[in-house]
């Protein structure tokens, strides 16, 4: 079993009260599907000079854009006057919530606390975490086991999460086993696509 604890996400996306600001950050054209369909630790951004300047700690709502939706919170980690990094607290890509109250002023906008806590307390708490199984399989006409190994992993490279159905179940009900395709349920039943 592979262990996740590590990038779980606690409570530490709301805690600390009033030890810093709190900021709206506008992912990119196109970076919310990539944030969706890999697990990443944090989320850097380019951000023009002499704009805003978070600190280490501040509190950061991550919003996906038309219309504005919430996606994440994290805290800043480094903001050098030219990048943002944010350390992801608590992920919500696969169900984003409402932010319409928020009016974004480019890619880094200030928030008021109360704003920030209002969207905290939309998402609601985090769901329970539960162990899934989840597996690749493809068929590789390979002349030894080492070969057909490294064939799988340039399929993986090469097709990745657009082209390559990845297999998922909780465990203990692999019966409920279903199909994803760029992070979404797809039916891989050919007679069901009559």
Known sequence: MTVTDHRSTGPTDVDGGPDGDAWAVLLPAGRHDAERLVHHETLELAVPAGGPAPRPGDRVAVLADGPPRLVALGRVARHDGRALLVTYTRR???????????????????????????????????????????????????????????????????????????????????????????????????????
């Open 92 to 194: 919500s890509f696969d169900a984003p919530v409402p932010a319409g109250q928020v009016t974004v002023a480019g890619p880094v906008t200030p928030l008021e606390p109360g704003t920030y806590r209002e969207l905290v307390d939309r998402l609601g708490p985090p769901p329970s975490r539960r162990t899934w199984l989840v597996s690749l399989d493809l068929p590789i006409e390979a002349e030894s086991r080492a070969e057909a190994v490294r064939l799988f992993w340039s399929y993986v490279q090469e097709l990745g999460p657009a082209e390559l159905p990845a297999f998922v179940s909780p465990s203990g009900d692999e019966l409920a086993m279903q199909a994803f395709v760029l992070g979404v349920e797809a039916n891989q039943d050919p007679e069901e696509d009559d």
